[in-house]
Nanobody
Framework: QVQLVESGGGVVQAGEFLRLSCAAS????????MAWFRQAPRKEREFVAG????????DYADSVKGRFTVSKDNAKNRVDLQMSSLEPEDTAVYYC?????????????????WGLGTQVTVSS
């Protein structure tokens, strides 16, 4: 059974740092891509960052480039999202997602596995 469990959300002030983690189990590690999406109230779910497990290649939404960093821990089967210089506009529920294949997709429809999400709130 595939499970993705996010952790690390919370309430921070603008300009501060937060790290999210996604622990994966039940997934084949041979060829998959992991990603972070977020959804703010009354908005569509949007791509934040992704990483190809085999190649380590990464991709980011323009709105987070230079502020967020996605990384993987092979030994722990975990993906982290380090978020710095947080802005109130980053407030959302952040979801971890996984899909088979080596290419990163920015479309939520391409991901078959999802975590339950973790809330990130950035106050001004």
């Amino acid at each position: 059974q595939v499970q993705l469990v996010e952790s690390g959300g919370g309430v921070v002030q603008a300009g501060e740092f937060l790290r999210l983690s996604c622990a994966a189990s039940g997934l084949s590690v041979s060829a998959r891509t992991m990603a972070w999406f977020r959804q703010a109230p009354r908005k569509e779910r949007e791509f934040v960052a992704g990483i190809s497990w085999s190649s380590g290649m990464t991709d980011y939404a323009d709105s987070v480039k230079g502020r967020f960093t996605v990384s993987k821990d092979n030994a722990k089967n975990r993906v982290d999202l380090q978020m710095s210089s947080l802005e109130p506009e980053d407030t959302a529920v952040y979801y971890c997602a996984a899909r088979g294949g080596r290419s990163i997709s920015v479309s939520a429809d391409m991901y078959g596995y999802w975590g339950l999400g973790t809330q990130v709130t950035v106050s001004s």
